[in-house]
C-alpha cells in the first residue's frame, strides 16, 4: 500500500503540488489525470526518489520515501517520460545492460529476458539497434528495463506520449497485463486512456486533487448534469411547458419548436426516461426520438478543472 500525506513541492515561488493525499491499495491501475502542468510528474518524481518533496511524506508498505530510498527504489520500476535509453545500442544488449546494474544473478538474466521480451512484444527486436525503432517500440524496451527487477509497483509518466492510435492500444494492453500482477501508476492528459485503462482514476488539477474513484464513480458524481433529448409529435408547446415544469427530478428544461414537431432537451439529477416515457403513453403524442447524452469522462474532467481555476 502507498500513502501520500499532504504532499506539496514548490520550485522557488511556483506551487506544483499543493497538498495531496492518496491511498493507493495493492494490485490497482491508478491514472493520474490532468492537463499539463498539474502536479502529475512531480508526484510521481517524489514518489520513486528522484524528487524531495517541499513537505509531506509518501509511505511505500510501511517505509518512508525519505528515509529508505534505496529499499524503495527496489521495489518501484519507473520509467520517466523520455524513456532512458542508449540508442547506439542493440535492445539485446541494452537490457543486459540494465539486467547487470539491477543486479539480476547471471543465470537468472537470460530467463528474464525471454520473460520480458514476451511481455513487452519486442522478441522481434532484441538484436535491432534502439536508434532504428518506431517510438512504440522504444517505449516497449523503456517498460521492459522498468520490469527488469520484477518490482512490485510500476510508475509510468505519460507512457503514451507521442504515440499514434495503434502504438497506444499496444501499450495499454502491455499496461493491463501487467496490472494482473502490480501496481501500476501511471499519469496522463488522454482522457480515453485512462478511462479504458484504470481501475480507479485520480484527476490533478493546479496541484489538486479534484476528484478520485472508478470512471464509473466518478460519472455518479456527475449525475446532476444528466442529459436527456426527445422529439414530439402532436403536442402543443403550452401542454409541453406545463406538463415538463411539474415533472419531479428535472432540473431544467428547452422546448424548441421544428416545423409539427417539438425538440426537448431536459436536464435532471437522474435518468427519469421511464417515467417520461409512461406519462407520455397516456396522452396523444407521438415520441420520435428519445435518448440520453451519456456523460463521458471528458465532461467531468473539464468541468472539474474548469471549476477549480475559476475558484483560483
Given at each position: 500500500m502507498?500513502?501520500?500525506?499532504?504532499l506539496?513541492?514548490?520550485?522557488?515561488?511556483?506551487?506544483?503540488?499543493?497538498?495531496i493525499?492518496?491511498?493507493?491499495?495493492?494490485?490497482q491501475?491508478?491514472?493520474?489525470?490532468?492537463?499539463?502542468?498539474?502536479?502529475k510528474?512531480?508526484?510521481?518524481?517524489?514518489?520513486?526518489?528522484?524528487?524531495?518533496?517541499?513537505?509531506?511524506?509518501?509511505?511505500?508498505?510501511?517505509?518512508?520515501?525519505?528515509?529508505?530510498?534505496?529499499?524503495?527504489?527496489?521495489?518501484?520500476?519507473?520509467?520517466?517520460?523520455s524513456?532512458?535509453?542508449?540508442?547506439?545500442?542493440?535492445?539485446?544488449?541494452?537490457?543486459?545492460?540494465?539486467?547487470?546494474?539491477?543486479?539480476?544473478?547471471?543465470?537468472?538474466?537470460?530467463?528474464?529476458?525471454?520473460?520480458?521480451?514476451?511481455l513487452?512484444?519486442?522478441?522481434?527486436?532484441?538484436?535491432?539497434?534502439?536508434?532504428?525503432l518506431?517510438?512504440?517500440?522504444?517505449q516497449?524496451?523503456?517498460?521492459?528495463?522498468?520490469?527488469?527487477s520484477?518490482?512490485?509497483?510500476?510508475?509510468?509518466?505519460?507512457?503514451?506520449?507521442?504515440?499514434?492510435?495503434?502504438?497506444?492500444?499496444?501499450?495499454?494492453?502491455?499496461?493491463k497485463?501487467?496490472?494482473?500482477?502490480?501496481t501500476?501508476?501511471?499519469?496522463?492528459?488522454?482522457?480515453?486512456?485512462?478511462?479504458?485503462?484504470c481501475?480507479?482514476?485520480v484527476?490533478?488539477?493546479?496541484?489538486?486533487?479534484v476528484?478520485d474513484?472508478?470512471?464509473?464513480?466518478l460519472?455518479k458524481v456527475?449525475?446532476?448534469?444528466?442529459?436527456?433529448?426527445?422529439?414530439?409529435?402532436?403536442?402543443?408547446?403550452?401542454?409541453?411547458?406545463?406538463?415538463?415544469?411539474n415533472?419531479?427530478?428535472?432540473d431544467?428544461?428547452?422546448?424548441?419548436?421544428?416545423?409539427?414537431l417539438?425538440?426537448?432537451?431536459?436536464?435532471?439529477v437522474?435518468?427519469v426516461?421511464e417515467t417520461?416515457?409512461?406519462?407520455?403513453k397516456?396522452?396523444?403524442?407521438?415520441?420520435?426520438?428519445?435518448?440520453?447524452?451519456?456523460?463521458s469522462?471528458?465532461?467531468?474532467?473539464?468541468?472539474?478543472?474548469?471549476?477549480?481555476?475559476?475558484e483560483?
Amino acid at each position: 500500500m502507498i500513502e501520500i500525506k499532504d504532499l506539496k513541492k514548490n520550485y522557488g515561488t511556483t506551487e506544483a503540488v499543493k497538498g495531496i493525499n492518496l491511498t493507493i491499495n495493492s494490485g490497482q491501475i491508478i491514472g493520474l489525470l490532468g492537463p499539463n502542468g498539474a502536479g502529475k510528474s512531480s508526484t510521481l518524481r517524489i514518489l520513486t526518489g528522484y524528487l524531495k518533496p517541499t513537505s509531506g511524506t509518501i509511505i511505500v508498505q510501511d517505509l518512508d520515501v525519505q528515509e529508505n530510498e534505496l529499499e524503495i527504489k527496489k521495489k518501484i520500476g519507473y520509467l520517466p517520460e523520455s524513456a532512458p535509453l542508449y540508442s547506439d545500442m542493440l535492445v539485446f544488449d541494452y537490457l543486459i545492460y540494465i539486467a547487470e546494474l539491477r543486479e539480476i544473478p547471471k543465470e537468472n538474466i537470460t530467463n528474464r529476458l525471454k520473460e520480458l521480451s514476451l511481455l513487452c512484444g519486442i522478441n522481434n527486436v532484441m538484436h535491432k539497434s534502439i536508434n532504428s525503432l518506431s517510438k512504440g517500440y522504444k517505449q516497449r524496451v523503456g517498460l521492459a528495463q522498468a520490469m527488469m527487477s520484477d518490482p512490485e509497483i510500476l510508475v509510468l509518466d505519460e507512457p503514451t506520449t507521442g504515440l499514434d492510435p495503434n502504438q497506444i492500444v499496444e501499450i495499454r494492453n502491455i499496461i493491463k497485463e501487467i496490472g494482473k500482477k502490480k501496481t501500476v501508476i501511471f499519469s496522463t492528459h488522454i482522457l480515453s486512456e485512462a478511462e479504458a485503462t484504470c481501475d480507479r482514476i485520480v484527476i490533478i488539477n493546479n496541484g489538486n486533487v479534484v476528484a478520485d474513484g472508478t470512471p464509473e464513480e466518478l460519472k455518479k458524481v456527475m449525475a446532476g448534469d444528466v442529459k436527456i433529448r426527445l422529439t414530439v409529435k402532436n403536442a402543443d408547446e403550452e401542454t409541453l411547458d406545463g406538463f415538463f415544469k411539474n415533472f419531479p427530478n428535472i432540473d431544467s428544461y428547452t422546448i424548441e419548436p421544428e416545423s409539427d414537431l417539438f425538440n426537448v432537451t431536459i436536464y435532471s439529477v437522474e435518468d427519469v426516461r421511464e417515467t417520461i416515457y409512461l406519462e407520455i403513453k397516456k396522452r396523444e403524442w407521438i415520441l420520435i426520438n428519445f435518448s440520453l447524452e451519456v456523460k463521458s469522462l471528458e465532461n467531468i474532467f473539464r468541468k472539474l478543472t474548469k471549476e477549480q481555476d475559476n475558484e483560483n
